[in-house]
């Protein structure tokens, strides 16, 4: 069973940046697509990024310019540097690796 864990999330003032990370283990075969998605107080969960194992990456326009995804295939891990950061971006921040989600980690952006 593939087990995906995010950390890297916490407080942060507007303006300033947070690097999430998030890792999957118990599986051996690749991870074609790996992503984050996020969920606001009182919203739907939204789609952030993702990055395919060739490298080419994908944003929301919210975060466009401001969020970069990366990845390292060996360690079948993913990273999410968010510069800039918003109050809007406050958020439950979610990682998927392929068909498996993780459990979530919150990000705070105070004003």
């Known amino acids: 069973q593939v087990r995906v864990v995010e950390s890297g999330g916490g407080t942060v003032q507007a303006g300033g940046s947070l690097r999430l990370s998030c890792a999957a283990s118990g599986s051996s075969d690749s991870i074609v697509v790996m992503g984050w998605y996020r969920q606001a107080p009182g919203k739907t969960r939204e789609y952030v990024a993702t990055?395919?194992?060739?490298?080419?990456?994908d944003y929301a326009d919210s975060v466009k310019g401001r969020f970069t995804i990366s990845r390292d295939n060996a360690d079948n891990t993913v990273f999410l540097q968010m510069n800039s950061l918003k109050t809007e971006d406050t958020a439950v921040y979610y990682c998927?690796?392929?068909?498996?989600w993780g459990k979530g980690i919150l990000v705070t952006v105070s004003s």
């Open positions: 998927l690796m392929g068909d498996d």
């Open positions: 990055i395919l194992e060739s490298g080419s990456s």
